[in-house]
């Protein structure tokens, strides 16, 4: 039933993010193209700046407009009417609830890698390349460690981002009439226990550093230097990214529970 | 003839407001049954808690002795009050999902009927008026070999001729083995098809009589006891 949960999840979100998606790769093609003709570079002048800037708008735009639809897609999908034909299938809410995520988080990957292919393209620069250039002379500095736990973080970022949407909108459907209200109550009370979280895991992790040993930041800090100064400042940021993958973890855990336990025990449509 | 439905002391409270007040009910199989009440009596409350739509306050519901959940869902053909279906869809589609999802789905007898309505396969659903909609949605539920029909408002909202094509389409298309239960205030359209009424009123159950009961033991219709049973 999974697979065909899948199928159908796939396709219900796919054609609206598809055409999204393309306007911006073919917004980096033409601007390339155009750019290449007229023998400008982005950022420099006038068509360069405006094409650029309108460029960045259109991606800051279609990288919040995904995980607002499939915010949206969760919600009517579930808690409105068309909630009447998903609640009544042969499935159980967990199947349901994997399926929804699974294709959000596979689209919200594939968001993040059109995006940047479209960069690479307009910019007539290789980010993947610089990011493996940094990531390799880091390891060869010694800070693999380091490394690990910055893609491993960035990873639960995305499963993360989308279950506490999931979660904000299970919330919300627990008070009825003001579903949507609830949901963007919830997502914004979420956001503050988020950021009262990793100000402590800062002030624990980095606090010595932050408030005590200020000569540290007078310090020439360069990556792979031998200084006791950078070494420290490496290790509270190791220490700082450790907690932080623990701390993405375990709120993802906690969406993902509190969204299920709605869903399967709290189900009321109106 | 087996227990298709049971109620134990089922209770449904909507903050301070109950909806259903301590039901106890059970239905056979093979029968239909008209769930009949005023606006507002717990019809509908009843029919969601069947298709875990809505959670129970107290007590228990079990449907051919299961608790609700993703087995009773396969034997339980659902249509609700309201359009449920993805509007940008079109009918094709819809029927591959049904397809799909539920083994008991006759993809034939869908076709035929839709074919007799002459709606076109290729046609959004969006595009359609409510009462071809809610047509759209009758033949998908009846398409179904369920053990239970939970029909919610069948024929409210649509015009004299449709309801007679709603009833006929129920009975055309049901196994004698299943149970259909109509939940409607439009009693007098209704009760030549019923078999049971259960009555049911302020969320307790008032009556539950066989029809024939009421037209030969009482002398009157259903719609007549209906009238002096509500009394306003």
């Known amino acids: 039933m999974l697979k065909k949960l899948l199928k159908y999840e796939w396709k219900a979100v796919s054609p609206m993010l598809g055409i999204t998606h393309t306007v911006v790769f073919l917004l980096s093609i033409t601007g390339f193209l155009i750019m290449t003709i007229l023998q400008t570079k982005p950022l420099e002048g006038i068509f360069g700046g405006l094409y650029t800037t309108v460029f960045f708008l259109s991606i800051v735009c279609i990288y919040f407009f995904t995980y607002i639809y499939l915010a949206i897609r969760y919600y009517r999908n579930i808690y409105t009417d068309e909630g009447y034909l998903t609640n009544t299938l042969p499935v159980t809410s967990g199947q349901l609830l994997w399926s929804k995520f699974i294709i959000a988080l596979l689209w919200s990957v594939l968001d993040a890698f059109i995006l940047m292919i479209s960069c690479c393209i307009l910019f007539q620069r290789n980010f993947f390349r610089d990011f493996l250039d940094l990531f390799q002379t880091a390891i060869k500095a010694g800070y693999l460690p380091f490394v690990i736990f910055g893609i491993v973080l960035v990873i639960f970022s995305f499963i993360s981002t989308i279950l506490e949407l999931y979660c904000s909108i299970s919330l919300g459907s627990l008070f009825p009439g003001k579903k949507v209200l609830g949901s963007i109550v919830s997502y914004v009370l979420w956001y503050f226990i988020n950021q009262a979280v990793v100000l402590v895991l800062i002030l624990v992790t980095m606090g010595k550093d932050l408030f005590l040993e200020t000569e540290i930041y007078s310090a020439q800090i360069e990556i792979g230097a031998q200084s006791p100064a950078a070494e420290a400042v490496i290790r509270s940021f190791t220490a700082y990214f450790i907690g932080l993958v623990i701390l993405t973890v375990i709120f993802s855990v906690i969406y993902y529970l509190i969204s299920h336990y709605i869903l399967n025990k709290k189900l009321n449509l109106e | ?232």
């Open chain 2, 1 to 232: 003839m087996s227990t298709i439905l049971e109620c134990k002391n089922l209770s449904k409270k909507f903050g301070y407001k109950t909806a259903l007040n301590s039901i106890n009910l059970n239905l056979e199989s093979g029968k239909i049954i008209g769930l009949l009440g005023p606006n507002g009596s717990g019809k509908t409350t009843l029919i969601k808690i069947i298709n875990r739509l809505l959670t129970v306050t107290s007590g228990e519901i079990f449907i051919d002795g299961k608790a609700p959940g993703a087995e009773t869902k396969s034997i339980v053909s659902y249509l609700p009050e309201r359009t449920y279906l993805d509007e940008h869809m079109r009918v094709y589609q819809v029927i591959d999902y049904f397809a799909d999802f539920y083994e008991d789905f006759d993809r034939s007898r869908a076709e035929n009927m839709l074919q007799k309505l002459s709606i076109d396969l290729s046609s959004r659903i969006k595009t359609m008026s409510k009462g071809t909609k809610e047509k759209l949605q009758l033949v998908l539920v009846m398409s179904r070999r369920a053990k239970l029909y939970c029909l919610d408002e069948p024929i409210a909202g649509v015009d004299p001729a449709a309801r007679d094509y709603i009833l006929n389409t129920i009975i055309n298309n049901y196994d004698e083995n299943a149970t259909i239960l109509i939940s409607t205030h439009l009693i007098s359209d209704v009760e030549t098809i019923l078999d049971e009424v259960v009555f049911i009123h302020e969320g307790k159950i008032r009556l539950h009589e066989a029809v024939d009961d009421i037209r030969f033991v009482k002398g009157k219709s259903v719609d007549e006891l209906f009238r002096e049973v509500y009394k306003c």
